[in-house]
Nanobody
Framework: QVQLVESGGGLVQAGGSLRLSCVASGRTFSIYGMGWFRQAPGKEREFVAAIGWNYGNTYYADSVKGRFIISRDNANTVYLQMNSLKPEDTAVYYC??????????????????WGQGTQVTVSS
């Protein structure tokens, strides 16, 4: 099993920045990719960004491209740097890990492990 713990959410004004972190523990050797998703009230969970565990290849949703940056370090932590935040970015953000990875892996069904979520609220 893999455990994921997110942190870094909060309240920020439009145009501001936040950095989310996700620490993976447990059988991390089984992880091939990690992603960030978000879910706003009354909406489906949607893909935000993903990164390959071995080669660091990244993929972004069009809605965040150029504003958000996904990265990882060597300590099993994945980050989501969110810049130029907009009120429509308000959602609960979830970290996810997959036992497989391909570029463009955007379906929640393709990820095997999930964190508990962290709230991001952007005020106008």
């Amino acid at each position: 099993q893999v455990q994921l713990v997110e942190s870094g959410g909060g309240l920020v004004q439009a145009g501001g920045s936040l950095r989310l972190s996700c620490v993976a523990s447990g059988r991390t050797f089984s992880i091939y990719g990690m992603g960030w998703f978000r879910q706003a009230p009354g909406k489906e969970r949607e893909f935000v960004a993903a990164i390959g565990w071995n080669y660091g290849n990244t993929y972004y949703a069009d809605s965040v491209k150029g504003r958000f940056i996904i990265s990882r370090d060597n300590a099993n932590t994945v980050y989501l740097q969110m810049n130029s935040l907009k009120p429509e970015d308000t959602a609960v953000y979830y970290c996810a890990a997959g036992r497989s990875y391909r570029l463009g892996q955007i379906s929640p069904n393709e990820y095997d492990y999930w964190g508990q979520g962290t709230q991001v609220t952007v005020s106008s």
